[in-house]
């Protein structure tokens, strides 16, 4: 398996413009979890899934802020419109049930000027 | 509010020096500890998933305990090399959720010739 997969790796833009971000989790992993890093807050998880269904996205920063896990193998990240304030490096994880072990993605760096 | 602390938050030794860090986390309601592994520009690879009080396990120069009556996690490293140098995250899993983690700050360990 090639691992959880994030695209794109890196994406700058410009305030008030639409990001997305996409994650292909491994295959036969039932949750797939939302991360952003900064420097003031660390990793800090933002939503997860299960079965394809959010379970908990207390940590989604606000409204501008929406994913979407439409099947087993894909899941976006979309914020809109973005603000400087959200650059930071956003993972994605996925995991099964038995061991609970959370498999990242490369992650994907969002710079917004 | 679950809080997972860990100590020291940095530490620099010399290659062939034996360390260790600790995360402290609540010892109610305990689930299970993951611990994980960051290099610099990587995304976090899991080392141990720890369930059971008692617990000791190991990958190579690497092992840990966990105490889940006093709260406590213990990462060894055996021998420290250069490639071990990363920032080391206990994450804990918050109760009733199963799978969702909370991450500690990390431990950045520099390894020297």
Not at chain 2, 22 to 45: D, G, I, M, Q, V
């Amino acid at each position: 398996d090639a691992g959880v997969i994030q695209s794109p790796r890196h994406e700058v833009t410009e305030m008030g413009q639409e990001v997305t971000l996409r994650c292909k989790p491994i295959s036969g992993h039932n949750s797939l979890f939302w991360y952003r890093q900064t420097m003031m807050r660390g990793l800090e998880l933002l939503i997860y899934f299960n079965n394809n269904v959010p379970i908990d996205d207390s940590g989604m920063p606000e409204d501008r802020f929406s994913a979407k896990m439409p099947n087993a193998s894909f899941s976006t990240l979309k914020i809109q419109p973005s603000e400087p304030r959200d650059s930071a490096v956003y993972f994605c994880a996925s995991s099964d049930s038995a061991t609970g072990e959370q498999f990242f993605g490369p992650g994907t760096r969002l710079t917004v000027l | 509010i679950l809080n997972v602390e860990q100590s020291p938050q940095s530490l620099h030794v010399q290659e062939g020096d034996s360390t260790n860090f600790t995360c402290s986390f609540p010892s109610s309601n305990f689930y299970a500890l993951h611990w994980y592994r960051w290099e610099t520009a990587k995304s976090p690879e899991a080392l141990f998933v720890m369930t059971l009080n008692g617990d000791e396990k190991k990958k190579g120069r690497i092992s840990a305990t966990l105490n889940t009556k006093e709260g406590y996690s213990y990462l060894y490293i055996k021998g420290s090399q250069p490639e071990d140098s990363a920032t080391y995250l206990c994450a804990f899993i918050v109760p009733g959720t199963a799978s969702k983690l909370t991450f500690g700050t990390g431990t950045r360990l520099q390894v020297t010739l």
